[in-house]
């Protein structure tokens, strides 16, 4: 095996950190979890651990090397699946970080044109196979797809007194459901009155997300009113969590 030169180093690695960062603009394009950084620092990982082994010239180390990167990057995907309701999100994200480890082994191998045809095969999967995909979907439910998301706003109305405690637990209740709160807004309409109005962007099933959060504040003491309703996609009727 003969000594790995600064060229050659450099050029593998900037063959694998922009496969990587290729599969990483079009996560970051669909506002997904890992993007751009992420699938690039993945990949960077992965190109940088195999080319120590090649660097310290131990034939088998590169093969062994690879196979430790597998199971680290398995622990890593573990940590964007999130379990939603009966299903799970994040299984497209966390293949991808592994898809993206693979390009950059293929790269610090010397495999420069495998990882660029590697990382092509990637891409083509999410653009081509995602249409591909919801044609073969029986009849979806609107607001069911989990690469969609939409927004919704909910609103409540509390006492005074408690709008601190129930501003506190709304977003609380938002984020343990897995949604992401886009804005607050606050009005005081009467002396003993608030109304909170918090949008969320929620993807996969819709209704359910939100109806967990209206149970949880249903609960609360001091609300006087509490329902939500889809902020897109034309009227959608209101669902009421507290007559």
Sequence with gaps: MHALTTTEFLLRLATGVGCGAL????????????????????????TLFVLYSVAVHDIGSPTRVASYVVSGIGFLGGGVILRDGAGVRGLNTAATLWCSAAVGVLAASGQLAFAVLGTLAVLAIHVVLRPAGRLLD???????????????TVHLECDRRSET???????????????????????REQADCTSLQATVAVSGDVTQALEQVITRLSLEAGLRDLHWHLDENGPHPEHQGLA
């Design 165 to 187: 405690h129930i501003r506190a637990l709304l977003l609380q209740a938002l984020t343990s459901s897995g949604l992401t709160p886009t804005g607050l807004r606050a009005r």
């Design 138 to 152: 029986h009849a979806p439910a609107a607001g069911t797809d989990p690469d969609s998301q939409v927004h919704a």
């Design 23 to 46: 599969i990483g603009v079009e996560r970051q394009w669909r506002a997904r979890m890992a993007g751009l950084r992420t699938n690039a620092l993945v990949a960077a990982g992965a």
